[in-house]
């Protein structure tokens, strides 16, 4: 992994945030995978299940509570054109938890949580207690929705900014773009007033640690203004950034 392509990025939208004025964006069409169930049919079924209450609906309740996360992560990472990809490589649940953490779309302590009641629920051949359960629930619950908006915030897939400078020859042009092709890669790029390209980076999803934290940067500079201010953004990308540095 090469942290310095992260430092780059990093540092450039610490340093410049509050100077970068939206410039246009662009979004690109992408597939939803065709399942026979989604994940919010099994969490309708999860809640069937638990408002029954005896032992052998909790015992299903927790099955599909499960299958509604597994069935959530895939239907993100088909989106952005990365479930066939992670499929081949063999990307364990664990795995793909990391890369949806790395992205900073749901609460990494929410996220944890959620991750440790599943794992005792499917290791410890025990009757679930309906409080744990209830949390378990509203955690994939919040889980589910917190994805579908990601999906919907990652449809603008191009961000571009302009940066209003005198200096003829710093870069004034600031674009971060996913690109969803066969080979999912990140573009990030600088350019002069000339369109002269000044530095580019680019990012390959077979370095999910990486391309989640630039997946993470578009994300946030997608939300900035209308959803978040510019102190939040750069909380947000300092935990992640440390959170990258520290692995």
Same mark, same amino acid.
């Given at each position: 992994?090469?942290?310095?392509?992260?430092?780059?990025?990093?540092?450039?939208?610490?340093?410049?945030?509050?100077?970068?004025?939206?410039?246009?964006?662009?979004?690109?069409?992408?597939?939803?995978? %065709?399942?026979?169930?989604?994940?919010?049919?099994? #969490?309708? /079924?999860?809640?069937?299940?638990?408002? *029954?209450? !005896?032992? +052998? @609906?909790?015992?299903?309740?927790?099955?599909?509570?499960?299958?509604?996360?597994?069935?959530?992560?895939?239907?993100?990472?088909?989106?952005?054109?990365?479930?066939?990809?992670?499929?081949?490589?063999?990307?364990?649940?664990?795995?793909?938890?990391?890369?949806?953490?790395?992205?900073?779309?749901?609460?990494?302590?929410?996220?944890?949580?959620?991750?440790?009641?599943?794992?005792?629920?499917?290791?410890?051949? %025990?009757?679930?207690?309906?409080?744990?359960?209830? #949390?378990? /629930?509203?955690?994939?619950?919040?889980? *589910?929705? !917190?994805? +579908? @908006?990601?999906?919907?915030?990652?449809?603008?897939?191009?961000?571009?900014?302009?940066?209003?400078?005198?200096?003829?020859?710093?870069?004034?042009?600031?674009?971060?773009?996913?690109?969803?092709?066969?080979?999912?890669?990140?573009?990030?790029?600088?350019?002069?007033?000339?369109?002269?390209?000044?530095?580019?980076?680019?990012?390959?999803?077979?370095?999910?640690?990486?391309?989640?934290?630039?997946?993470?940067?578009?994300?946030?500079?997608?939300?900035?203004?209308?959803?978040?201010?510019?102190?939040?953004?750069?909380?947000?990308?300092?935990?992640?950034?440390?959170?990258?540095?520290?692995?």
């Amino acid at each position: 992994m090469d942290i310095n392509k992260a430092h780059i990025l990093y540092s450039f939208i610490m340093d410049n945030l509050e100077e970068l004025e939206e410039d246009g964006s662009g979004g690109t069409s992408f597939d939803i995978p %065709s399942f026979d169930l989604h994940a919010r049919d099994y #969490l309708e /079924f999860a809640e069937n299940q638990l408002s *029954i209450g !005896n032992t +052998e @609906s909790l015992i299903n309740c927790i099955s599909n509570l499960k299958r509604a996360i597994d069935c959530q992560v895939d239907t993100f990472l088909a989106t952005l054109n990365l479930y066939s990809n992670y499929k081949k490589k063999g990307l364990k649940f664990d795995k793909k938890l990391e890369f949806i953490e790395s992205i900073g779309i749901f609460s990494s302590k929410a996220l944890s949580k959620l991750n440790t009641i599943r794992n005792k629920m499917e290791h410890e051949y %025990s009757i679930p207690e309906i409080n744990e359960l209830d #949390l378990y /629930f509203d955690l994939v619950s919040a889980f *589910i929705s !917190n994805i +579908e @908006s990601a999906i919907t915030v990652l449809i603008w897939d191009e961000k571009n900014f302009v940066k209003n400078s005198e200096n003829e020859t710093e870069y004034i042009y600031f674009t971060i773009n996913l690109d969803r092709k066969t080979s999912p890669y990140m573009i990030a790029s600088w350019r002069n007033r000339k369109w002269d390209t000044i530095e580019e980076i680019k990012i390959s999803y077979e370095d999910y640690k990486l391309f989640g934290f630039f997946l993470k940067c578009l994300y946030m500079l997608n939300i900035k203004n209308a959803f978040a201010s510019n102190k939040y953004i750069k909380l947000q990308l300092t935990k992640s950034y440390n959170k990258l540095i520290e692995r």
